[in-house]
């Protein structure tokens, strides 16, 4: 069975940072592409960053435009544990973040992804 558990959210204030974490667990994780999105009261589920592992010390990354140059997605294959730093937060980055497994190339559509963690609160304050 797998499971994705995130950790790392919290309060912070505007111009801080966070670092999320999601452990992986019930398949081979390298295998899979890992994603970040979040979803603020209100709003719909939205993409913010997705890391494939291609071999090597050969990473692919994708950002959501809101979140480029701020946040950084990375992974620990032999951690089974994949990484989001996040940098510059704004209060608009106040959602509930989730990581997400996908057999696909860096997908960006939730219904891409098959399995979901439960989630990590971030709060920005202004």
């Known amino acids: 069975q797998v499971q994705l558990v995130e950790s790392g959210g919290g309060l912070v204030q505007a111009g801080g940072s966070l670092r999320l974490s999601c452990a992986a667990s019930g398949r081979t994780f390298s295998s899979y592409d890992m994603g970040w999105f979040r979803q603020a009261p209100g709003k719909e589920r939205e993409f913010v960053a997705s890391?494939?592992?291609?071999?090597?010390?050969?990473?692919?990354?994708d950002y959501a435009d809101s979140v480029k140059g701020r946040f950084t997605i990375s992974r620990d294959n032999p951690k089974n544990t994949v990484y989001l730093q996040m940098n510059s937060l704004k209060p608009d980055d106040t959602a509930v973040y989730y990581c997400a497994s996908s057999p696909r190339t860096l997908p960006r559509r939730s219904y891409e992804y098959d399995y979901w963690g439960q989630g990590t609160q971030v709060t920005v304050s202004s």
């Open positions: 890391i494939k592992w291609k071999g090597g010390s050969i990473y692919y990354v």
